[in-house]
């Protein structure tokens, strides 16, 4: 049921894919709560997705950009301004791919050119979407700005390899450029590490299944789905956090402060 908690609130939304994204879902929810919104995926995305379908649900333009290229992004937050009607409430920064664990190259035989790839479009393109919205003044004051990560941020976990390093970059910024704009413009930047989630891009990962079983014994509410994280998101996007900043919020049935459960101790024992 519709609260109208965004009403009058505009904003972009990156990286919705198909469905089972959890920005997919955020744009229904915020749709659904009287926010307004451009969407945006890289151009190679957009065609292996629905995007198309989305928009049309949501009443929403989308513009096609490359969130690592600075020219791509002033574009898009220029246009989104136009269409909308002004300066920007709220931002979702839902991207993240490695070239490494697409092609199955191991932690210790990493290319570093993929690498280097993970880390842009994973992690550097979050502070070049702050940078040239800050150029272009572009947010509102008390504007959220959300980005997506991980506990790999903290942990070690098989298989995650360079993503790790590009979610704890991502969190890094969200501290650094958090000060920065909570100062100027009293925008609030953050973090939310999700449980692990049956979206297209986690299910790309060798050994998800056992991490999403894992994670789900250990969490005394189970994992958080992707409907779950895009209530969260709207939370955050709305008054009711403005003095919420700089902070890597964690949104997994509370896994992360779990030492072991009743639940594993049974499986194990078995």
């Not at 928009?55 to 690592?68: G, L, M, R, V, Y």
């Not at 991980?150 to 958090?178: C, H, N, V």
Request: aromatic content about 8%.
């Amino acid at each position: 049921m519709s609260t109208n908690l965004l009403k009058g609130k505009k904003g972009i939304i990156f990286g919705a894919l198909d469905e089972n994204s959890i920005a997919w879902k955020t744009a229904l929810k915020v749709h659904e709560e009287g926010g307004v919104f451009t969407l945006t995926n890289a151009p190679i995305a957009m065609r292996m997705g629905k995007i198309n379908e989305l928009a049309k649900s949501t009443n929403s333009q989308i513009i096609p950009a490359d969130a690592t290229l600075e020219d791509d992004l002033t574009n898009l937050i220029k246009k989104s301004q136009e269409i909308l009607g002004g300066k920007l409430d709220f931002v979702l920064h839902s991207i993240g791919m490695s070239p490494n664990i697409r092609k199955g190259k191991p932690y210790g035989d990493m290319n570093y050119e993929w690498y280097l790839k993970t880390l842009d479009i994973s992690a550097l393109s979050f502070h070049k979407v702050l940078q040239t919205c800050e150029k272009l003044d572009a947010l509102n004051e008390h504007a959220s700005v959300i980005a997506l990560s991980y506990i790999a941020a903290q942990r070690a976990y098989p298989d995650y390899t360079d993503m790790a390093q590009a979610k704890a970059m991502l969190e890094s910024i969200a501290r650094s450029y958090g000060q920065r704009y909570g100062r100027s413009k009293k925008v609030r930047v953050n973090t939310i590490s999700q449980s692990p989630t049956k979206t297209t891009a986690g299910a790309g990962i060798s050994g998800f299944d056992v991490f999403f079983d894992y994670a789900e014994l250990m969490s005394p509410l189970g994992n958080a789905s992707a409907e779950d994280c895009a209530n969260y998101i709207v939370v955050m996007f709305s008054d009711f956090t403005r003095m919420v900043t700089m902070q890597n919020l964690m949104h997994d049935g509370g896994f992360s402060s779990s030492g072991i459960t009743e639940e594993l101790i049974a499986r194990l024992s078995k």
